[in-house]
């Protein structure tokens, strides 16, 4: 499946970064809205609703033992 946001990657990993993004996103939101630009709202909403998803609610941090393979696996 095609990630737009890949929260696996070290710039994720502080919380604060992921609450700008979202929150980036929400005021970019707003200000379309209020300017009446109801289509490029609607887009921006759904680009806010996918940030929070990725980036707040079903984000999961990567331990540090996560990246090694189980021997059993074989090579991938």
Do not use: N
């Amino acid at each position: 499946m095609l990630k737009f946001i890949d929260p696996d990657h070290p710039f994720y990993r502080p919380l604060w970064i992921r609450l700008l993004i979202v929150g980036l996103c929400a005021v970019w939101t707003a200000v379309e809205f209020m300017s009446d630009q109801t289509i490029w709202g609607m887009i921006f909403l759904a680009v806010t609703a996918y940030t929070a998803c990725a980036l707040l609610i079903f984000y999961k941090p990567k331990q540090s033992g996560d990246d090694k393979t189980d021997p059993a696996d074989g090579p991938k």
